[in-house]
C-alpha cells in the first residue's frame, strides 16, 4: 500500500536518507533477501505464497460481501476507493515478487478466483514443503528401551 501511496512514507516521519523513493524500494527488498538468506542458512524452511485474484473476481467477493450479512465486516468503502489503483498495485506486486523470489525462497504465485482449486494448490505446496524437510521420530536405542523397561517395571510396582 505504501509504494501505491508514496505520502504515507513520506508522513512516516523517516529521515530524508531513508525516504529517497528512487532507492527505497530496492533497500527494502535487499532487507527481506538478506533477513530471508539469514533465516535459511540457520534452518527456516520459508514458503511465501501470493494469492493472486483477479479483478473481477474481487468484484464478484465485494458484492458477495454486501449481499451476504454474515460477509458484511469484511467490506469498506476505503476497498472501492483502492479499486482504482488495481494497475498500481499490480506493478507494485510484480516488481515485489521479482525483486525477492530466490532460490531458496521462490515465491509460488497461486491463481486465486477459485478457492477451491487455490486451497488445493497451496495445500501441495505446503506438503511439499514440510516432506522436504525429511521430519520424523527420534529412533530408540536398546539401551534406551532397557532403561525405559526398568522405569516401567518401577511404575507397577508402586
Not at 532507492?23 to 501470493?50: A, C, P
Not at 458477495?64 to 469484511?74: G, V
Not at 507494485?92 to 488445493?120: F, G, I, M
Not at 521430519?135 to 532403561?147: G, Q
Request: net charge positive; aromatic share 8%.
Amino acid at each position: 500500500m505504501v509504494r501505491v501511496h508514496p505520502e504515507i512514507l513520506r508522513s512516516q516521519g523517516l529521515p530524508a536518507e531513508l525516504r529517497n523513493e528512487k532507492t527505497t524500494w530496492q533497500e527494502r527488498y535487499d532487507s527481506i533477501v538478506d533477513m530471508e538468506r539469514h533465516l535459511d542458512r540457520n534452518g527456516t524452511k520459508i514458503v511465501k505464497i501470493f494469492l493472486h485474484l483477479s479483478q473481477d473476481e474481487q468484484r464478484k467477493r465485494f458484492l458477495a460481501r454486501i449481499d451476504e450479512p454474515d460477509k458484511n465486516w469484511k467490506f469498506s468503502l476505503a476497498d472501492i476507493h483502492e479499486r482504482k489503483y488495481w494497475k498500481l498495485y499490480v506493478e507494485a506486486y510484480e516488481a515485489c515478487l521479482q525483486a525477492t523470489s530466490t532460490h531458496h525462497t521462490p515465491w509460488y504465485v497461486v491463481p486465486a478466483d477459485d478457492k477451491e482449486n487455490a486451497r488445493l494448490i497451496v495445500s501441495g505446496i505446503v506438503l511439499n514443503a514440510l516432506e522436504g524437510l525429511k521430519m520424523a521420530y527420534p529412533k530408540t536405542t536398546a539401551k534406551r528401551r532397557a532403561e525405559l523397561q526398568l522405569i516401567r517395571k518401577q511404575l507397577e510396582e508402586k
